[in-house]
């Protein structure tokens, strides 16, 4: 009991084998939360449900987006269950406390035409034929699947081996999902690997063990970061005289998914793509099938013409 936050972060990544990124925002939201109890004369052992409360009344007041805040009231649930569980308290004071309702939303997009620009200029990106490939292969890897930023920069290089016809992606709480390639993309991950199979070859006769991830980087990962890949993109939606605000790794995600609901794909076939585990959240995406139904009504009923 010495320490609740480090002993329960421990039993996630081990019992529920979850994401790194998973530990460190339950890591942040529950110190913060900690810090909170701390100010208010109490400690994580007799916090009760109207400190919890007034915790997230504060967030509230803090101008914290309600997705935070429900995230941190998840997180602060998932604590007080695992508390109860081990015998460290009677209760858990979160159970019945209500979070904030979800803001309904449609997912920021891309059109068809501006993933083009920006697949374009990503193969003509970088100071070195080899930085050109690499970015090419990000781009085109990343509209053709839908991956997540973590899962695409963290791809093993055996993800990659054969000229595939899908990819095997280690998802959320490592779940892993099959998701095929188009044309473009394999075309673009065997010249990527032609050059990665050189610079492999050139490190070995150094002394340099081969990286085990399709896309190396000398980072503490192995592999290249969400943070370069991130910064990537923003430049290359400047190359591509795109709003930089408008372009992140998930907008691409967004676009996948958007574009493949327009051209007739199941959304249950999209669900599976996207290792959503739940079909509610890949519903958002049916904001693509009534723009479609409100154009076919405004120009194909009879009443709609003149």
């Known amino acids: 009991m ?31 939360f900690e810090a909170f109890a701390g100010g208010q004369n109490h400690t994580l052992a007799t916090a009760d449900k109207a400190l919890i409360q007034a915790y997230l009344v504060s967030q509230d007041q803090a101008g914290l987006a309600r997705a935070t805040r429900a995230r941190r009231l998840s997180a602060i649930r998932q604590l007080y269950r695992f508390a109860y569980e081990e015998g460290w308290r009677s209760d858990n004071p979160a159970a019945q406390i209500k979070g904030p ?10 059109s068809e035409q501006e993933v083009k620009q920006l697949l374009l200029e990503a193969a003509k990106f970088g100071s070195t034929p080899a930085e050109q490939a ?16 973590t899962e695409l920069v963290s ?27 188009s044309p473009p993309a394999r075309a673009a991950l065997a010249s990527w690997l032609e050059i990665w199979d050189e610079n492999a070859e050139i490190g070995r006769k150094s ?12 980072s503490q990962q192995g592999h290249m970061t969400r943070i370069w890949f991130y910064t990537l993109i923003k430049r290359l939606a400047y190359e591509a005289e ?43 995406y049916t904001h693509v099938l009534d723009e479609k139904l409100k154009s076919l009504v405004l120009t194909l009923h009879p009443l709609a013409k003149g």
């Not at 936050?5 to 990544?13: D, K, P, T």
């Not at 309702?101 to 920021?108: E, G, M, N």
């Not at 002394?207 to 000398?218: D, E, R, V, Y």
């Open 207 to 218: 002394g340099k063990p081969a990286s085990k991830f399709l896309f190396p980087s000398p």
């Open 242 to 284: 795109l709003p930089p605000e408008n372009v992140t790794p998930h907008v691409l995600r967004h676009a996948f998914a958007s574009h493949l609901l327009a051209h007739g794909a199941d959304l249950r076939v999209i669900q599976t793509l996207l290792g959503h585990a739940n079909i509610t959240t890949t519903e958002i």
């Open 155 to 181: 791809l093993p290089i055996n993800a990659a081996r054969g000229n595939p016809d899908m990819v095997l992606v280690a998802g959320k709480g490592g779940k892993e999902r099959l998701v095929p390639l």
């Open 134 to 149: 690499r970015n090419g292969c990000l781009m085109q890897l990343l509209y053709a699947t839908g991956m997540r930023v």
């Open 2 to 32: 010495g320490n609740w936050i480090e002993v329960f972060l421990e039993a996630c990544q081990a019992e529920l084998a979850a994401a790194d990124n998973t530990i460190l925002a339950y890591a942040q939201d529950l110190r913060d």
């Open 101 to 110: 309702k979800k803001a309904k939303s449609l997912p920021k997009t891309l």
